[in-house]
C-alpha cells in the first residue's frame, strides 16, 4: 500500500506508475482517488466539529436541560448521516487505492511484455558468462544458445519433457483421474530428485543463517492482502468453503509461502538491531491458473499444485537492495550448481508481478527440446509496500518514531520446473537422463532410466542441433 502522503503530493507520479505497470486507470484512478480523499477529509473535519458540540451539551444540559436533549438529538442524526456518508467514502476510496502500485524502481525497464525484458546475464556450462555484448531482450540471447543438451553423449534431437516425464515416473494420467487436469504423481526416482534439488538449496540456505519455517498453507483473506496478492490476483486462489471451516471463517490455499511467512510479523514491532531476518520455507503450493486454459496443457509445466522453496526477508529501508541481489546471487548458485544453461532477466514494468512489485527479475533455464528459456525462479523488492499493509514496523536504534520495515521476497526454486530443466538439459539419446553431480548422492544414482521407450521422434527440434 502507498503513504497517501505522497500521492497527494506527487499525483502526477502515480498516474505515471500506473501508467508503466499497464494497471487498469479504471481501478487506479488518480483523479477520482483525490476528490474521495477531499471528502473524506471534510467529512472527518465536520465529525470532529460535532463531537466537540457534544461536549459542550454538558454545559447546557444545566441551564436548560429541554433545549440539550433537543440539540443532543439533532447532532446524533446529524453524527448517524455524517458517519454513513464516512463509510461509503472511506470504502470507495481505499478500493482505489488498493490498485495503486508499487513505485517502481529508477531502473525498471519500461516495456509492455516478456518481449521487452532486458538480460542482465547469460551463463552456459562450460563456457561461463557470454559477453555483455551479446544480451539483448525479449528473446536475447536465444540466437546463442544450443539446441543439443549440453550434457548429452552424442547428437540427436533431444525430446520435450512432456514426452521424456511420461517414461521416468511422472503420471499425469492417474492423476487426472484421481485430481482433474493440470496435477500429477511424481514416483521413484524422480521423486527422490525432487527430494535431492529440495536438500541441495535448503542445506545451503541454513548455512547463510536463513531461519526455516513451516507455515500454514490454508490462510485468511486478511493474509493474502496484505502481500498484495488481493485483490489483483484473486482469480488464481482457491477458497475453502467456509460452512466447513472453524468459526465459519473464508480460507484460501495459498500460491507461495510468501504471503504466510510474512504474516508471521503482521502486527508487530520489530527493533532495527534485529533487522534483517531471513526466513524460507518449502512448501506445496496450489493455482488456480485461470485464464490459461489451453497454454501448456502437456506436461508439468503449469499445474494446480506444485512444490517451491520461497526465500523471504523482513529489513530495515536501506537493507532491502542488497537482500534483493543477495538472492539473485543464490538463484544463480543453484543453477551453476545443477549445471543448467540460464539467464537471468529485469522484469519491465508491463511485465512485473503483482502490484507490491518495486524491482524483479526472473532466472530462466534454457529448454534445448523446445528452445526457449522458461522461467523457474523470481526475485523481488517490495520495500514498504506489504509492509504498510500489514503493519510490519521497527524501531530505530537511534530512537524517533517507529517506521516501516521493507519486504524482499524470492521464489528461490519452482521445484517441478527444475525437474523438467534437468530433463531436457540432462537426457540421452536412449531416453536416460543423467542426474547431475551435485544431486547423485542423495538420487542414489547417476541416471534416470526410462521404464518404457519414447518416441525420439517427438523432438521439437528434430534434425536442427547447433
Known amino acids: 500500500m502507498i503513504d497517501v502522503r505522497q500521492i497527494r503530493d506527487n499525483p502526477d507520479a502515480m498516474r505515471q506508475a500506473v501508467a508503466r505497470r499497464h494497471v487498469d486507470p479504471a481501478k487506479a484512478d488518480v483523479d477520482r482517488f483525490l476528490e474521495l480523499d477531499e471528502a473524506r477529509r471534510t467529512l472527518q473535519q465536520e465529525i470532529d466539529g460535532l463531537n466537540s458540540q457534544k461536549k459542550e451539551l454538558a454545559q447546557l444540559g444545566r441551564t436548560d436541560p429541554d433545549a440539550a436533549r433537543a440539540r443532543g438529538q439533532q447532532l446524533r442524526e446529524q453524527g448517524r448521516e455524517l458517519e454513513a456518508r464516512m463509510t461509503t467514502v472511506s470504502e470507495q476510496w481505499q478500493t482505489i487505492l488498493d490498485w495503486f502500485p508499487n513505485w517502481p524502481h529508477p531502473d525498471m525497464p519500461d516495456g509492455a511484455g516478456e518481449q521487452d525484458n532486458p538480460e542482465e546475464c547469460v551463463w552456459i556450462p562450460g563456457q561461463g558468462y557470454l559477453p555483455e555484448a551479446s544480451l539483448g531482450k525479449g528473446e536475447g540471447s536465444k540466437a546463442a544458445m544450443?539446441?543439443?543438451?549440453?550434457?548429452?553423449?552424442?547428437?540427436?534431437?533431444?525430446?520435450?519433457?512432456?514426452?521424456?516425464?511420461?517414461?521416468?515416473?511422472?503420471?499425469?494420467?492417474?492423476?487426472?483421474?484421481?485430481?482433474?487436469?493440470?496435477?500429477?504423481?511424481?514416483?521413484?526416482?524422480?521423486?527422490?530428485?525432487?527430494?535431492?534439488i529440495q536438500q541441495l538449496l535448503c542445506n545451503e540456505l541454513l548455512n547463510r543463517g536463513y531461519?526455516?519455517?513451516?507455515?500454514?498453507?490454508?490462510?485468511?483473506?486478511?493474509?493474502?492482502?496484505?502481500?498484495?496478492?488481493?485483490?489483483?490476483?484473486?482469480?488464481?486462489?482457491?477458497?475453502?468453503?467456509?460452512?466447513?471451516?472453524?468459526?465459519?471463517?473464508?480460507?484460501?490455499?495459498?500460491?507461495?509461502?510468501?504471503?504466510?511467512?510474512?504474516?508471521?510479523?503482521?502486527?508487530?514491532?520489530?527493533?532495527?538491531a534485529d533487522l534483517p531476518i531471513k526466513v524460507f520455507a518449502y512448501t506445496t503450493c496450489f493455482r488456480s491458473e485461470a485464464g490459461s486454459w489451453g497454454r501448456d496443457v502437456r506436461g508439468i509445466k503449469r499445474v494446480h499444485q506444485f512444490d517451491k522453496i520461497e526465500m523471504n526477508a523482513v529489513c530495515a529501508p536501506d537493507q532491502s537492495s542488497d537482500i534483493y541481489e543477495e538472492f539473485g546471487q543464490i538463484n544463480e548458485w543453484l543453477l551453476q550448481q545443477l549445471q543448467l544453461p540460464y539467464r537471468m532477466v529485469a522484469k519491465c514494468a508491463g511485465d512485473a508481478g503483482y502490484l507490491a512489485t518495486h524491482r524483479q527479475r526472473d532466472g530462466e533455464v534454457w529448454m534445448p527440446a523446445t528452445g526457449e528459456f522458461m522461467e523457474v525462479m523470481t526475485d523481488t523488492n517490495t520495500t514498504d509496500y506489504q509492509a504498510r499493509r500489514m503493519n510490519i514496523r521497527f524501531r530505530p536504534k537511534g530512537g524517533g518514531g517507529l517506521q516501516f520495515c521493507h519486504t524482499a521476497n524470492d521464489t528461490g526454486c519452482a521445484i517441478g520446473r527444475m525437474l523438467i530443466a534437468i530433463m531436457e538439459n540432462y537426457q540421452q539419446a536412449d531416453g536416460s537422463v543423467k542426474v547431475p553431480e551435485v544431486l547423485q548422492a542423495v538420487v542414489g544414482k547417476d541416471r534416470l532410466v526410462p521404464d518404457t521407450p519414447i518416441d525420439s521422434g517427438k523432438g521439437k527440434n528434430k534434425g536442427k542441433k547447433k
Open 146 to 196: 544450443s539446441l543439443r543438451p549440453p550434457h548429452a553423449d552424442g547428437d540427436f534431437a533431444p525430446v520435450e519433457h512432456a514426452d521424456l516425464a511420461p517414461t521416468l515416473g511422472v503420471d499425469t494420467v492417474q492423476a487426472s483421474k484421481v485430481s482433474g487436469s493440470r496435477f500429477t504423481y511424481l514416483k521413484g526416482d524422480i521423486a527422490r530428485m525432487q527430494y535431492a
Open 211 to 272: 531461519d526455516m519455517m513451516v507455515p500454514p498453507l490454508l490462510v485468511r483473506e486478511r493474509t493474502l492482502y496484505g502481500t498484495s496478492h488481493f485483490p489483483e490476483g484473486r482469480d488464481q486462489v482457491y477458497a475453502i468453503e467456509s460452512e466447513n471451516v472453524e468459526d465459519g471463517a473464508q480460507l484460501f490455499l495459498v500460491g507461495s509461502s510468501e504471503p504466510t511467512n510474512f504474516s508471521y510479523f503482521m502486527d508487530r514491532t520489530l527493533n532495527e
